[in-house]
């Protein structure tokens, strides 16, 4: 099954590229393009490599959501002072 639509490379072919010391997408691409153009198949590297893909923010927190943290206030103004 291809991996890389853009440049025909299939899993077996960036399997392959890890057991010869590819641990990273920017390795697999560096020896045969994969993900260097539209990049729609980085996450899918990823899940070949055993790295997964990035984390979502829900699960970032080991399953529980992230706290949202304080709103944030607009920033003061200076004080520009009265037009002369």
């Known amino acids: 099954m291809y ?3 853009c440049f025909a490379v299939t899993e077996q072919q960036v399997e392959q590229h ?3 010391g ?3 997408p920017r390795q697999i691409a560096s020896v045969c393009k994969a993900g260097t ?3 729609s198949c980085v996450r899918r590297i990823q899940a ?3 790295r997964g893909a990035a ?3 829900e699960t970032a927190g080991r399953g529980r959501p992230l706290p949202a943290g304080p709103a944030m206030a607009p920033a003061p103004r200076p004080d520009l002072g009265e037009a002369a």
């Open 22 to 24: 590819a641990r990273t």
């Open 48 to 50: 070949l490599l055993g």
């Open 3 to 5: 991996v890389c639509s």
């Open 37 to 39: 153009d539209c990049g």
């Open 18 to 20: 890890a057991e010869n």
């Open 55 to 57: 984390p979502h923010r």
